[in-house]
């Protein structure tokens, strides 16, 4: 089991648990947004404060890092599992604040659909995240990164496919410009999960 590595006084898996945790709903917040076409203050204020707590989780486990002798596994890996995670929260944020300055309103079928490939894939980082205390827990950890994985592959689909409609049928320059940037955006999530897969089966691999 990895956890007994640990120092007593302090614990990573804990931190990125919480790390996914606002990920987990920073993914929920923007389905929310996609479902009902609507950007309110509520929606994006609390999309800004999970993307601040990220940040601040993230700084924790790096300045952490730099003070624990023994980590439950590489250096390198705690890192950039932590970069990585942060970029999921950052990504959301910023497709966030490119629908707020763009002033996109209404529901579009395709941002919806993506919204909810996004969620899952976040929740299958979570789940991965969460089963990482314990190496038996190898075959779990290695389904949750599959499934990432194929979610990515779906993402490149339904990106190419908004893209070529949307090149076939918008005559609006302007609007053009607006939707190939979100869909390029929320591809780019799926993306960063998928990184965050790749990072985890690396680390199962070292401790096989």
Known sequence: MLRKFLPNDFDFFELFEK??????EAAETFKKIAETGTLNENLYNKIQSLEH??????HTIINQLNKTFITPFDREDIYNLAKELDDV????????NRIRVYKITGV???LVE?????????K???????C???VKQHESIMCSCVEINRLENVGDTMRDRALGSLFDNEKDPITIIKWKEIYTDAETI?????????????????QA
């Open 132 to 134: 990482m205390r314990n």
């Open 124 to 130: 299958a980082v979570q789940s991965a995240i969460k």
């Open 53 to 58: 707590q990220g940040d601040e989780i993230t």
């Open 89 to 96: 929260i950052d990504m959301l944020n910023t497709i966030t």
């Open 190 to 206: 799926l993306d960063i999960c998928e990184d965050v897969a790749h990072i985890i089966e690396t680390i199962l691999v070292k």
């Open 108 to 110: 579009n079928p395709t």
């Open 19 to 24: 790390q996914v945790g606002y990920a987990v």
């Open 114 to 122: 993506f919204s909810s490939v996004i969620l899952d894939s976040v």
